[in-house]
């Protein structure tokens, strides 16, 4: 199993990635045949392909996070962050509850987005 | 589905009995099989009385609750908060990010709670 270490350095790469990255990086985060569901409640995405074609929009924006707090137990981690986005004139904040679980490799193998437009500002 | 605002109701309820009730008044919120898995990677209860066995130790100390942040999602809610056990000398403090999914009622069907050692003190 990867270590509580390891979750914890792939949470702070991916949010460096969510930032300043490109989608190709954010998607290299995962396992090949991971699920991500953002926010939960919508058709999960499958594979690393459609995950990364997930991330496509951070190719046109701006983006900032944060880290506000990082909780790890087993194989899964539970992480509180903001992004803000400056896309054109607007200034996009949300502050999702993501949960994460790794392979051995501390490579994501699935992603769950806790959010809605209730945890959204825009400015 | 239930709504967000049932869900982040029994959200506060839970802490409220978590808090203030017994081990049956927390086990009422479950579903009849639901699952708890406390913390994540240990081996999940599995039905509600299962599940107020967990709680048992409840009936025996002293908790202080408070919600630091709620996230709902579909039919899921993850939530940041501060439980305080007070046990003999010693005062337990725990700030776990718990993940949990509601059927349509609002009874909770699955609990994963995300936390370690990391993230308590005792004073």
């Known amino acids: 199993m990867a270590s509580a270490d390891d979750i914890r350095a792939i949470v702070s790469k991916y949010l460096d990635a969510v930032a300043g990255g490109t989608s190709a990086d954010v998607a290299a985060?995962?396992?090949?045949?991971?699920?991500?569901?953002?926010?939960?409640?919508?058709?999960?995405?499958?594979?690393?392909?459609?995950?990364?074609?997930?991330?496509?929009?951070?190719?046109?924006?701006?983006n900032t996070t944060e880290l506000i707090t990082v909780r790890v137990s087993g194989?899964?981690?539970a992480f509180h962050f903001r992004v803000v986005t400056v896309a054109g004139d607007k200034t996009i904040t949300i502050e999702p509850i993501d949960v994460m679980t790794f392979d051995d490799q501390a490579r994501i193998t699935s992603m769950r987005a806790i959010w809605s437009t209730d945890d959204m500002t825009v400015a």
Chains 1, 2 share one sequence.
């Open 29 to 62: 985060l995962y396992a090949e045949d991971a699920t991500l569901e953002d926010p939960v409640g919508t058709e999960p995405k499958v594979g690393r392909e459609a995950i990364q074609a997930f991330y496509a929009a951070l190719d046109a924006v701006d």
């Open 75 to 77: 194989n899964t981690a």
